[in-house]
């Protein structure tokens, strides 16, 4: 089972933290991807990381402001999101999966409940 957290009501440029967080089991050998959906959209890939390495991915759209990162001790993935943008409000769900296309939703096996993520300009 996958917890996101972390989201809130930032202003444009503005920074946030979400976390993922696993309960049950480890991540183990998973990936872990950021997906967020915005109303009206379709869900998009945001950001992922393979668990072993520590290969990180980032859609264009947000590369260079948001960072992925994991903490094995805590058994959590981080998206640090800076220099927000009002286009960065939406729902942020994490999942965890063993497919290797990082950025195909079909490929992630659990999902958290989603976290909101509210910039305005």
């Known amino acids: 089972q996958l917890q996101a957290s972390g989201g809130g009501l930032v202003q444009a440029g503005g920074s946030l933290r979400l976390s993922c967080t696993a309960s049950?089991?480890?991540?183990?050998?998973?990936?872990v991807g950021w997906f967020r959906q915005a109303p009206g959209k379709e869900r998009e890939f945001v950001s992922g990381?393979?668990?072993?390495?520590?290969?990180?991915y980032n859609t264009d759209s947000v590369r260079g402001r948001f960072t992925i990162s994991r903490d094995g001790a805590r058994n959590t993935v981080y998206l640090q999101m800076n220099s927000l943008k009002p286009e960065d409000t939406a729902v942020y769900y994490c999942?965890?999966?063993?497919?290797?296309?990082?950025?195909?939703?079909?490929?992630?096996?659990?999902w958290g409940q989603g976290t909101q993520v509210t910039v305005s300009s």
């Open positions: 999942a965890a999966g063993t497919g290797a296309h990082m950025a195909i939703s079909g490929m992630y096996n659990y």
């Open positions: 049950g089991r480890t991540f183990g050998t998973y990936n």
């Open positions: 990381i393979r668990w072993t390495g520590g290969s990180t």
